[in-house]
Protein backbone atom coordinates (compact mmCIF):
# COMPACT_ATOMS: atom_id res chain seq x y z
CA UNK A 1 0.00 0.00 0.00
CA UNK A 2 0.73 3.38 -0.86
CA UNK A 3 1.56 5.80 2.06
CA UNK A 4 1.00 9.80 2.60
CA UNK A 5 2.43 11.93 5.29
CA UNK A 6 0.56 14.44 6.19
CA UNK A 7 2.70 16.03 8.86
CA UNK A 8 2.95 15.13 12.83
CA UNK A 9 4.96 13.18 14.83
CA UNK A 10 2.11 11.11 15.90
CA UNK A 11 3.01 10.75 19.64
CA UNK A 12 1.12 8.34 21.75
CA UNK A 13 -1.89 9.24 22.46
CA UNK A 14 -2.21 11.84 19.63
CA UNK A 15 -4.60 11.35 16.40
CA UNK A 16 -2.29 9.47 13.57
CA UNK A 17 -1.60 11.63 11.12
CA UNK A 18 -0.34 9.41 8.92
CA UNK A 19 -2.99 7.91 6.19
CA UNK A 20 -2.47 5.10 3.36
CA UNK A 21 -4.09 5.44 0.32
CA UNK A 22 -5.78 2.46 -1.51
CA UNK A 23 -3.87 1.42 -4.47
CA UNK A 24 -6.52 -0.30 -6.38
CA UNK A 25 -8.86 2.27 -6.64
CA UNK A 26 -6.87 4.42 -7.50
CA UNK A 27 -5.69 2.38 -10.14
CA UNK A 28 -8.79 1.83 -11.58
CA UNK A 29 -9.56 5.64 -11.44
CA UNK A 30 -7.02 6.31 -13.58
CA UNK A 31 -7.56 3.56 -15.98
CA UNK A 32 -11.16 4.75 -16.40
CA UNK A 33 -9.93 8.54 -16.71
CA UNK A 34 -7.68 7.29 -19.54
CA UNK A 35 -9.99 5.00 -21.01
CA UNK A 36 -12.73 7.99 -20.84
CA UNK A 37 -10.45 10.55 -22.58
CA UNK A 38 -8.95 7.97 -25.28
CA UNK A 39 -12.53 7.21 -26.38
CA UNK A 40 -13.23 11.27 -26.23
CA UNK A 41 -9.99 12.10 -27.65
CA UNK A 42 -10.23 14.10 -30.87
CA UNK A 43 -7.47 13.50 -33.04
CA UNK A 44 -7.82 15.91 -36.18
CA UNK A 45 -7.88 19.39 -34.90
CA UNK A 46 -10.50 22.08 -37.35
CA UNK A 47 -9.40 25.27 -37.38
CA UNK A 48 -10.99 28.42 -39.84
CA UNK A 49 -9.74 31.28 -41.58
CA UNK A 50 -12.10 34.19 -42.00
CA UNK A 51 -13.24 36.36 -44.43
CA UNK A 52 -15.17 39.18 -44.13
CA UNK A 53 -17.96 40.14 -47.07
CA UNK A 54 -17.51 43.83 -46.69
CA UNK A 55 -21.51 44.25 -46.34
CA UNK A 56 -21.91 48.62 -45.28
CA UNK A 57 -23.74 49.40 -42.65
CA UNK A 58 -26.30 52.29 -42.12
CA UNK A 59 -24.11 55.57 -42.85
CA UNK A 60 -24.04 57.29 -39.41
CA UNK A 61 -26.06 60.21 -39.08
CA UNK A 62 -22.84 62.80 -37.48
CA UNK A 63 -20.50 61.97 -39.98
CA UNK A 64 -20.18 63.64 -43.52
CA UNK A 65 -19.61 60.91 -45.54
CA UNK A 66 -17.87 63.18 -48.41
CA UNK A 67 -14.82 63.90 -46.44
CA UNK A 68 -13.96 60.44 -45.68
CA UNK A 69 -10.66 59.64 -47.42
CA UNK A 70 -10.98 56.30 -48.83
CA UNK A 71 -7.99 54.09 -47.07
CA UNK A 72 -5.49 52.24 -48.89
CA UNK A 73 -6.14 48.55 -49.60
CA UNK A 74 -3.99 45.57 -50.97
CA UNK A 75 -5.19 43.85 -54.06
CA UNK A 76 -3.75 40.43 -54.27
CA UNK A 77 -4.16 39.14 -58.46
CA UNK A 78 -3.83 35.72 -58.58
CA UNK A 79 -4.99 34.87 -62.46
CA UNK A 80 -1.20 35.29 -63.45
CA UNK A 81 -0.20 31.72 -63.40
CA UNK A 82 3.65 32.31 -63.02
CA UNK A 83 3.07 35.38 -60.64
CA UNK A 84 1.16 37.14 -58.15
CA UNK A 85 0.63 40.85 -58.39
CA UNK A 86 0.10 42.87 -55.22
CA UNK A 87 -1.47 46.39 -55.85
CA UNK A 88 -1.96 48.61 -53.09
CA UNK A 89 -4.88 51.03 -54.43
CA UNK A 90 -6.25 54.52 -52.11
CA UNK A 91 -10.03 54.56 -53.81
CA UNK A 92 -9.53 54.30 -57.46
CA UNK A 93 -5.63 55.67 -57.19
CA UNK A 94 -3.00 53.26 -57.27
CA UNK A 95 -0.40 53.66 -55.24
CA UNK A 96 2.13 51.28 -55.79
CA UNK A 97 2.25 47.50 -57.50
CA UNK A 98 4.69 44.83 -56.56
CA UNK A 99 5.05 41.58 -58.48
CA UNK A 100 5.96 38.18 -56.90
CA UNK A 101 6.74 35.01 -58.69
CA UNK A 102 4.65 32.63 -58.15
CA UNK A 103 5.50 28.33 -57.50
CA UNK A 104 2.77 26.40 -57.03
CA UNK A 105 4.50 23.75 -54.46
CA UNK A 106 1.20 21.35 -54.42
CA UNK A 107 1.53 18.18 -52.46
CA UNK A 108 -0.46 15.49 -52.00
CA UNK A 109 -0.83 13.43 -48.79
CA UNK A 110 -3.50 10.82 -48.99
CA UNK A 111 -5.55 12.82 -51.13
CA UNK A 112 -5.64 15.97 -49.52
CA UNK A 113 -3.63 18.69 -51.24
CA UNK A 114 -1.62 21.15 -49.56
CA UNK A 115 -0.24 24.38 -50.88
CA UNK A 116 2.35 26.93 -49.80
CA UNK A 117 3.30 30.24 -50.52
CA UNK A 118 6.11 31.23 -48.66
CA UNK A 119 7.95 33.98 -50.79
CA UNK A 120 4.38 35.40 -51.12
CA UNK A 121 3.68 35.44 -47.28
CA UNK A 122 7.20 37.20 -47.08
CA UNK A 123 6.65 39.88 -49.72
CA UNK A 124 2.77 40.77 -48.47
CA UNK A 125 4.06 41.12 -44.46
CA UNK A 126 7.04 43.57 -46.05
CA UNK A 127 4.26 45.47 -48.07
CA UNK A 128 2.05 45.35 -44.91
CA UNK A 129 5.07 46.66 -42.63
CA UNK A 130 5.75 49.83 -45.29
CA UNK A 131 2.06 50.61 -46.63
CA UNK A 132 -0.16 49.07 -43.87
CA UNK A 133 -2.28 51.68 -41.93
CA UNK A 134 -3.67 49.96 -39.33
CA UNK A 135 -0.39 48.97 -37.18
CA UNK A 136 -0.77 49.95 -33.91
CA UNK A 137 -1.63 47.49 -31.62
CA UNK A 138 -4.79 49.25 -30.06
CA UNK A 139 -6.21 50.37 -33.59
CA UNK A 140 -9.47 48.81 -33.96
CA UNK A 141 -9.33 48.63 -37.83
CA UNK A 142 -7.70 46.39 -40.10
CA UNK A 143 -5.87 46.60 -43.06
CA UNK A 144 -8.23 45.36 -45.96
CA UNK A 145 -6.89 42.69 -48.30
CA UNK A 146 -9.10 42.17 -51.69
CA UNK A 147 -8.24 38.74 -53.58
CA UNK A 148 -8.82 38.74 -57.15
CA UNK A 149 -9.18 35.26 -59.00
CA UNK A 150 -10.33 33.78 -61.95
CA UNK A 151 -13.74 31.50 -61.87
CA UNK A 152 -11.85 28.18 -62.32
CA UNK A 153 -9.46 28.45 -59.96
CA UNK A 154 -9.41 25.21 -57.23
CA UNK A 155 -10.23 26.14 -53.76
CA UNK A 156 -7.10 24.90 -52.40
CA UNK A 157 -5.04 27.47 -54.34
CA UNK A 158 -7.49 30.15 -52.84
CA UNK A 159 -6.89 29.09 -49.33
CA UNK A 160 -3.38 29.14 -50.07
CA UNK A 161 -3.38 32.56 -50.65
CA UNK A 162 -5.24 33.35 -48.28
CA UNK A 163 -3.38 32.02 -45.86
CA UNK A 164 -0.35 33.81 -47.18
CA UNK A 165 -1.93 36.84 -46.32
CA UNK A 166 -3.07 36.14 -42.90
CA UNK A 167 0.97 35.62 -42.44
CA UNK A 168 1.40 38.95 -41.69
CA UNK A 169 0.81 39.96 -37.94
CA UNK A 170 0.07 42.94 -35.75
CA UNK A 171 -0.87 43.02 -32.26
CA UNK A 172 -3.99 43.79 -30.43
CA UNK A 173 -4.76 45.45 -27.59
CA UNK A 174 -7.16 43.61 -25.79
CA UNK A 175 -8.39 44.63 -22.35
CA UNK A 176 -5.41 46.99 -21.85
CA UNK A 177 -2.68 43.95 -22.70
CA UNK A 178 -1.22 44.18 -26.08
CA UNK A 179 0.31 40.81 -26.52
CA UNK A 180 -2.17 39.44 -28.86
CA UNK A 181 -0.96 38.75 -32.51
CA UNK A 182 -3.96 38.46 -34.73
CA UNK A 183 -3.82 38.36 -38.54
CA UNK A 184 -2.79 42.27 -40.09
CA UNK A 185 -5.06 42.26 -42.94
CA UNK A 186 -9.10 41.42 -43.52
CA UNK A 187 -9.47 39.07 -46.37
CA UNK A 188 -12.24 39.56 -48.81
CA UNK A 189 -13.26 38.46 -52.47
CA UNK A 190 -13.23 40.68 -55.34
CA UNK A 191 -16.39 40.55 -57.61
CA UNK A 192 -14.96 40.48 -61.05
CA UNK B 1 -15.42 -30.47 9.25
CA UNK B 2 -12.11 -29.85 11.54
CA UNK B 3 -10.56 -26.93 10.62
CA UNK B 4 -6.86 -27.98 9.63
CA UNK B 5 -3.85 -25.55 9.61
CA UNK B 6 -2.52 -24.62 6.20
CA UNK B 7 0.33 -25.57 4.33
CA UNK B 8 1.33 -28.06 2.23
CA UNK B 9 -1.02 -30.57 0.70
CA UNK B 10 1.30 -32.23 -1.78
CA UNK B 11 0.55 -36.27 -0.74
CA UNK B 12 4.74 -37.46 -1.10
CA UNK B 13 3.57 -40.68 -1.76
CA UNK B 14 2.29 -39.84 -5.22
CA UNK B 15 4.84 -39.65 -7.63
CA UNK B 16 4.12 -36.25 -9.27
CA UNK B 17 7.71 -35.45 -9.66
CA UNK B 18 7.23 -32.04 -11.98
CA UNK B 19 4.83 -30.73 -9.22
CA UNK B 20 7.35 -31.60 -6.62
CA UNK B 21 10.25 -29.34 -8.79
CA UNK B 22 7.91 -26.57 -9.36
CA UNK B 23 7.17 -25.90 -5.23
CA UNK B 24 10.78 -26.40 -4.34
CA UNK B 25 11.36 -24.23 -6.72
CA UNK B 26 14.14 -26.13 -9.19
CA UNK B 27 11.78 -25.96 -11.99
CA UNK B 28 12.26 -23.62 -14.67
CA UNK B 29 12.06 -19.54 -14.90
CA UNK B 30 8.82 -18.20 -12.84
CA UNK B 31 6.09 -17.38 -15.33
CA UNK B 32 4.87 -14.44 -12.74
CA UNK B 33 6.51 -10.98 -13.52
CA UNK B 34 6.63 -8.57 -10.80
CA UNK B 35 5.22 -5.16 -11.80
CA UNK B 36 6.97 -1.76 -10.36
CA UNK B 37 3.82 0.09 -8.85
CA UNK B 38 5.89 3.35 -8.29
CA UNK B 39 6.90 3.45 -12.09
CA UNK B 40 3.11 2.23 -13.95
CA UNK B 41 1.29 4.78 -11.17
CA UNK B 42 4.13 7.87 -12.48
CA UNK B 43 3.39 6.23 -16.39
CA UNK B 44 -0.90 5.86 -15.92
CA UNK B 45 -0.60 10.08 -14.57
CA UNK B 46 1.76 11.34 -16.97
CA UNK B 47 -0.76 9.97 -19.57
CA UNK B 48 -4.14 11.07 -17.66
CA UNK B 49 -2.05 13.98 -18.14
CA UNK B 50 -1.40 14.17 -21.48
CA UNK B 51 -4.74 13.35 -22.43
CA UNK B 52 -6.39 15.83 -20.05
CA UNK B 53 -4.10 18.59 -22.04
CA UNK B 54 -4.90 17.64 -25.41
CA UNK B 55 -8.53 17.13 -24.41
CA UNK B 56 -11.46 19.01 -26.39
CA UNK B 57 -14.73 19.56 -24.60
CA UNK B 58 -16.06 20.87 -28.04
CA UNK B 59 -15.99 17.65 -29.50
CA UNK B 60 -15.30 16.42 -33.30
CA UNK B 61 -16.54 18.88 -35.71
CA UNK B 62 -18.90 17.25 -38.21
CA UNK B 63 -17.34 16.67 -41.54
CA UNK B 64 -19.61 16.03 -44.58
CA UNK B 65 -19.04 12.81 -46.43
CA UNK B 66 -16.54 13.07 -49.45
CA UNK B 67 -15.27 16.49 -48.14
CA UNK B 68 -11.51 16.78 -48.52
CA UNK B 69 -10.32 20.38 -46.43
CA UNK B 70 -7.64 22.56 -47.72
CA UNK B 71 -4.89 23.26 -44.77
CA UNK B 72 -3.58 25.87 -43.90
CA UNK B 73 -1.48 27.38 -41.07
CA UNK B 74 -2.73 30.58 -39.51
CA UNK B 75 -5.89 29.54 -38.86
CA UNK B 76 -8.67 30.46 -35.66
CA UNK B 77 -10.38 28.14 -33.39
CA UNK B 78 -13.49 26.74 -34.94
CA UNK B 79 -16.82 28.34 -33.84
CA UNK B 80 -20.35 27.48 -33.28
CA UNK B 81 -22.36 28.44 -36.46
CA UNK B 82 -24.13 27.10 -39.06
CA UNK B 83 -22.23 24.96 -41.18
CA UNK B 84 -22.19 25.25 -44.76
CA UNK B 85 -21.04 22.04 -47.31
CA UNK B 86 -20.00 21.96 -50.49
CA UNK B 87 -19.32 18.57 -52.37
CA UNK B 88 -19.10 17.77 -55.68
CA UNK B 89 -22.50 20.15 -56.69
CA UNK B 90 -24.08 19.22 -53.56
CA UNK B 91 -25.09 22.01 -51.16
CA UNK B 92 -25.69 21.13 -47.45
CA UNK B 93 -26.44 23.55 -44.95
CA UNK B 94 -25.70 21.17 -40.92
CA UNK B 95 -26.26 18.15 -42.83
CA UNK B 96 -29.76 19.12 -44.97
CA UNK B 97 -29.63 19.81 -49.00
CA UNK B 98 -29.80 23.63 -49.39
CA UNK B 99 -29.50 23.63 -53.51
CA UNK B 100 -26.59 22.06 -56.19
CA UNK B 101 -23.85 24.29 -57.97
CA UNK B 102 -24.23 23.26 -61.65
CA UNK B 103 -26.19 26.35 -62.56
CA UNK B 104 -23.11 28.51 -61.63
CA UNK B 105 -20.76 26.05 -62.93
CA UNK B 106 -22.34 25.58 -66.12
CA UNK B 107 -22.73 29.46 -66.76
CA UNK B 108 -19.35 30.27 -65.14
CA UNK B 109 -21.29 33.74 -63.40
CA UNK B 110 -21.17 34.98 -60.11
CA UNK B 111 -24.83 34.05 -58.78
CA UNK B 112 -26.80 34.01 -55.70
CA UNK B 113 -28.13 30.29 -55.05
CA UNK B 114 -31.74 31.18 -54.05
CA UNK B 115 -32.21 27.39 -52.38
CA UNK B 116 -29.18 28.41 -50.03
CA UNK B 117 -30.09 31.88 -49.24
CA UNK B 118 -33.77 30.95 -47.84
CA UNK B 119 -32.00 28.41 -45.88
CA UNK B 120 -29.94 30.71 -44.25
CA UNK B 121 -32.16 33.54 -43.62
CA UNK B 122 -34.41 31.08 -42.44
CA UNK B 123 -31.90 30.36 -39.87
CA UNK B 124 -31.09 33.56 -39.13
CA UNK B 125 -35.10 34.18 -38.31
CA UNK B 126 -34.95 31.60 -35.97
CA UNK B 127 -31.58 32.56 -34.09
CA UNK B 128 -33.38 36.21 -33.55
CA UNK B 129 -36.53 34.33 -32.25
CA UNK B 130 -34.72 32.26 -29.87
CA UNK B 131 -32.28 35.32 -28.72
CA UNK B 132 -34.34 38.25 -28.81
CA UNK B 133 -32.39 41.06 -27.65
CA UNK B 134 -29.20 39.83 -28.87
CA UNK B 135 -27.28 41.23 -31.50
CA UNK B 136 -26.90 38.60 -34.64
CA UNK B 137 -23.26 37.51 -35.04
CA UNK B 138 -23.40 36.80 -39.06
CA UNK B 139 -21.27 34.20 -38.83
CA UNK B 140 -21.01 31.31 -41.37
CA UNK B 141 -18.32 28.09 -41.65
CA UNK B 142 -18.25 27.05 -45.13
CA UNK B 143 -16.86 23.18 -45.47
CA UNK B 144 -15.58 23.57 -49.09
CA UNK B 145 -13.86 20.44 -50.97
CA UNK B 146 -10.56 21.25 -51.71
CA UNK B 147 -11.00 21.11 -55.96
CA UNK B 148 -14.29 22.93 -56.27
CA UNK B 149 -14.10 26.11 -58.50
CA UNK B 150 -13.45 29.61 -57.15
CA UNK B 151 -16.16 30.87 -58.96
CA UNK B 152 -18.35 28.40 -56.73
CA UNK B 153 -16.89 29.55 -54.04
CA UNK B 154 -17.11 32.93 -54.30
CA UNK B 155 -21.48 32.85 -54.94
CA UNK B 156 -21.85 30.84 -51.83
CA UNK B 157 -19.97 33.74 -50.33
CA UNK B 158 -21.87 36.27 -51.88
CA UNK B 159 -25.33 34.32 -50.93
CA UNK B 160 -24.07 33.89 -47.38
CA UNK B 161 -23.62 37.91 -46.78
CA UNK B 162 -26.65 38.08 -48.64
CA UNK B 163 -28.39 36.38 -46.48
CA UNK B 164 -27.12 38.12 -43.27
CA UNK B 165 -24.08 36.29 -42.84
CA UNK B 166 -21.02 38.56 -43.35
CA UNK B 167 -18.45 37.01 -41.21
CA UNK B 168 -17.64 34.05 -43.48
CA UNK B 169 -15.08 31.70 -42.39
CA UNK B 170 -13.31 28.74 -44.59
CA UNK B 171 -13.38 25.33 -42.61
CA UNK B 172 -9.62 24.06 -42.83
CA UNK B 173 -7.39 21.46 -41.76
CA UNK B 174 -4.65 22.74 -38.89
CA UNK B 175 -1.24 22.16 -39.84
CA UNK B 176 1.72 23.47 -37.01
CA UNK B 177 3.66 26.51 -38.56
CA UNK B 178 6.66 26.21 -40.51
CA UNK B 179 7.83 29.36 -39.64
CA UNK B 180 9.44 29.91 -43.51
CA UNK B 181 8.74 32.84 -45.18
CA UNK B 182 8.95 35.75 -43.41
CA UNK B 183 9.62 37.38 -40.12
CA UNK B 184 9.13 36.12 -37.22
CA UNK B 185 7.31 37.33 -34.26
Redesign the interface.
Known amino acids: M ?1 GVDVGGGGKGGRKQLDSEIN ?1 IP ?2 DL ?2 V ?2 SF ?2 I ?3 W ?12 PGPPRPDTEQDKVEPEKQLHVEMRSPDKFVLIWKQGGTVVSTVDVPRKDNLTVTN ?12 KI ?2 EWKTTGTHRDGSDKKFDQAILH ?8 Y ?3 V ?3 I ?4 RPYTVGGKSNT ?1 V ?1 AFNVT ?1 A ?1 N | MTIQEPGRRLMHHIPLNFVQKKVAGGGGRSTNASLS ?1 TS ?2 DF ?2 V ?2 VF ?2 M ?3 AS ?3 P ?1 QKGV ?12 DAPIVAITGSLIMVDGNPAGNTRAIEDS ?1 R ?1 QRIDELFNNLKGKRELWKQTHPGKDFPGVV ?1 LQ ?8 V ?2 SV ?2 T ?2 FAG ?11 PK ?1 G ?4 K ?1
Open positions: GMMILMTILLTAVTHMSRINADAQVGFKDIRYPELAAESTDNETPYVVVGIDAYHAKLPFV | LMILVTVLLTFSGETTHLPKAENTLDMIKLVIDQDVQAIVKFQAAYPNVSFMVNSISGGGEH
